[in-house]
């Protein structure tokens, strides 16, 4: 299994562009979530996903939009990149036991800087 | 929101010492995670905690949540320059993790 794929690994945008980080899974997972990280300041929700058709904001939401047509892919979209973007993007996926929620399987991140 | 506070924030120690951080918030959690995250990489998960009072060991590691399910902590022992790594804390089915502590273990 190739468990969770980000795509691409790095980029570097403009202020103002639009592009959109890819994420896939291949495990079924009815969970999907994209955090971004900073120096010092952990992982940050910024939005996620309980099943296809189903997403819903995290901590850090604004300046960004997610779709989740499919199980499988959960896309990450930044409208208009601001230089506040630049960081450490990381998508994972999860499933349920019972009530409680297993643990994530992380992608390998995307390095984005917004110059 | 349940917020996850990890200390210390950074820990630097000699190979072969051991050590313990700490992940506390004001709110009970039903269960708990702790991954390792090491440089370019995504975190990984270490260990689940659910039951109050609950101890987990995993080699050289030993997971511990507290009574209440507010808090949790990790002890190492005998560290190894491969303990190198952020660990984090999650909250299970919130999806918050803590800040995390960064640790470096010297040969």
């Known amino acids: 299994n190739a468990g969770v794929t980000q795509t691409p690994k790095f980029q570097v945008l403009k202020t103002g562009q639009s592009m959109t980080l890819q994420c896939a899974q291949d495990?079924?997972?009815?969970?999907m979530s994209w955090y971004r990280q900073d120096p010092g300041m952990g992982l940050r929700l910024i939005h996620y996903s309980v099943g296809a058709g189903i997403t819903d904001q995290g901590e850090v939401p604004n300046g960004y939009n997610v779709s989740r047509s499919t199980t499988e892919d959960f896309p990450l979209r930044l409208l208009s990149a601001a230089p506040s973007q630049t960081s450490v993007y990381f998508c994972?996926?999860?499933?349920?036991?019972?009530?409680?929620?297993?643990?994530?399987?992380f992608g390998s991140g995307t390095r984005l800087t917004v110059v | 929101t349940q917020l996850l506070e990890q200390s210390p924030q950074f820990l630097s120690i000699q190979e072969g010492e051991n050590l313990t951080v700490y992940c506390n918030s004001s709110?009970?959690?039903?269960?708990l995670q702790w991954y390792r995250q090491e440089p370019g990489e995504g975190p990984v998960l270490l260990v689940t905690v659910v039951t109050g009072g609950e101890v987990k060991k995993l080699k050289r590691l030993t997971f511990q949540f507290g009574d209440a399910r507010k808090d949790s902590s990790l002890h190492i022992t005998a560290a190894q320059p491969g303990d190198t790594g952020l660990y984090l804390c999650?909250?299970?089915?919130?999806?918050?993790f803590g800040a995390g502590t960064r640790l470096t273990v010297k040969p």
């Open positions: 709110s009970v959690f039903s269960s």
């Open positions: 495990m079924n997972h009815e969970y």
């Open positions: 999650a909250g299970a089915n919130d999806m918050r």
């Open positions: 994972a996926s999860s499933y349920s036991i019972g009530s409680l929620r297993a643990g994530y399987t």
